[in-house]
Each structure stands twice: as structure tokens, then as C-alpha cells.
């Protein structure tokens, strides 16, 4: 497609429970990026993918935070155990390279509120 | 601590001043970006700069990049109310594989 799509819009889970969202990038886009945007604005590199690969998790809470780009298939963030500070609004960008000025296309969002 | 600083943090100005917004670092990118975020949406591109000392200008924005292509600058005249928003810069660095955000210009422009 032409624009980065993420679903769903709006997000609503019990704190505990567990949470899925979902990234299609724009067609041809090798690269993946996934944030997180929290209430001073600040965006929270989590995780970049090349194709399917991992390409950099240092942003990544590893203990209840996961992520896949598969073939064919939307990319996801899941995050399980959810706590009251995973309450964001986490966005996914996509772009064609990493170096060479090459830019990030961004989706609106998926607003993630636990309760 | 952030790696590329924003500086004002908020600005609300009267339509028709001018206005600029900093974005600065120690360390070198590759790549800058900025872009324009409105509540309730991802953030939009506005312009990528790549060489020391570049100028850019769309339309009554000129956007620049230091020589060392360690900050740059986002200048709007002569403001109007559309040009509200949140302001973000956003840099790429060779052999880093993501990129780094500055904490935002929170602009407010009002009629």
C-alpha cells in the first residue's frame, strides 16, 4: 500500500492482560521501525526490522515486549504482563533504507491504554 | 539524555511573527529529518537534509543543516494558525540502525 497502516486505532486492556498491535509498511519498504510516544512527546526507539530480521532491539523491554516482521503477514509488537506505564501511543514507520537519507513514513498510531 | 536536543520545548506566537526552532547535538548524523505531528496522527515529513551546510526552503519554511551536520535549524515566516503543531527532528547516523528523535517544538499559533 501507499501508507503505513496500524491497527487497531484504539487499544483497551486490563493491566496483566496482553496486547497485540500490527504494522503493515508501505510496499517496498525494506525497513521497519517501531516506537513508542509517551505523554512529554518524547518518542522511545523500540525495535527496527530488515525484511524479517531483527536489525537493531536495544530500545526493546525484553522481559514482556516482542516483535515480528513475517513474510506476507503485517508486522507486530505484543506485549505481555501489560503495566499501567505501557499506556503510549506506539507507532510504526517504515522506510526504504537506513542510510543515505532515506526517511521514515510513519502510521497514526495505535493508542494503547491500560486500565 | 536525549541525543539531539529541541530547543524551545513550546512557543506560542501571534500570526505573522517569525519563528525559529533548534535542534542540536554532539554527535554527527548522516541524515536529518523534520516533521510536523497534529493530534491524533503520526508524525508527517516535512524535509530531509543530508549535506553539511544545506538549505532547504518549502514554502515559508527554510530548514538547515549545520556544516558539521551536527544540528539544524527550521525557520518559519511570517506564522499562520495551519503551521500549529508538534515540531520534530529526527537524525540517521552511519552505521546505527535507527533513528534518533529530538523531544519536540510544541508550536501554537494563534490567530
Known amino acids: 500500500g501507499e501508507e503505513v497502516a496500524q491497527t487497531p486505532k484504539h487499544l483497551v486492556r486490563g493491566e496483566g492482560q496482553k496486547a497485540k498491535l500490527y504494522c503493515a509498511p508501505i510496499?517496498?519498504?525494506?525497513?521497519v521501525f517501531w516506537y513508542q510516544q509517551v505523554l512529554k512527546n518524547e518518542f522511545k526507539f523500540l525495535i527496527s526490522?530488515?525484511?524479517?530480521?531483527?536489525?537493531?532491539e536495544t530500545g526493546m523491554p525484553k522481559e514482556r515486549f516482542s516483535a515480528k516482521c513475517l513474510p506476507n503477514s503485517p508486522c507486530s509488537l505484543e506485549i505481555q504482563a501489560t503495566k499501567l506505564e505501557d499506556s503510549a501511543v506506539y507507532f510504526c514507520?517504515?522506510?526504504?533504507?537506513?542510510?543515505?537519507?532515506?526517511?521514515?513514513?510513519f502510521g497514526d498510531g495505535t493508542r494503547l491504554s491500560i486500565l | 539524555t536525549q541525543l539531539l536536543e529541541q530547543s524551545p520545548q513550546f512557543l506560542s506566537i501571534q500570526e505573522g511573527e517569525n519563528l525559529t526552532v533548534y535542534c542540536n547535538s554532539s554527535s554527527v548524523f548522516s541524515s536529518l529529518q523534520w516533521y510536523r505531528q497534529e493530534p491524533g496522527e503520526g508524525p508527517v515529513l516535512l524535509v530531509t537534509?543530508?549535506?553539511?551546510?544545506e538549505v532547504k526552503k518549502l514554502k515559508r519554511l527554510t530548514f538547515q543543516f549545520g556544516d558539521a551536520r551536527k544540528d539544524s535549524s527550521l525557520h518559519i515566516t511570517a506564522a499562520q494558525p495551519g503551521d500549529t503543531g508538534l515540531y520534530l527532528c529526527a537524525g540517521g547516523r552511519y552505521n546505527f540502525n535507527k533513528f534518533y528523535f529530538g523531544s519536540g517544538t510544541k508550536l501554537n499559533v494563534k490567530p
Open positions: 526490522f530488515q525484511n524479517e530480521n531483527v536489525f537493531d
Open positions: 514507520a517504515s522506510s526504504q533504507s537506513q542510510q543515505g537519507g532515506q526517511p521514515q513514513h
Open positions: 537534509v543530508v549535506t553539511g551546510g
Open positions: 510496499k517496498g519498504h525494506s525497513y
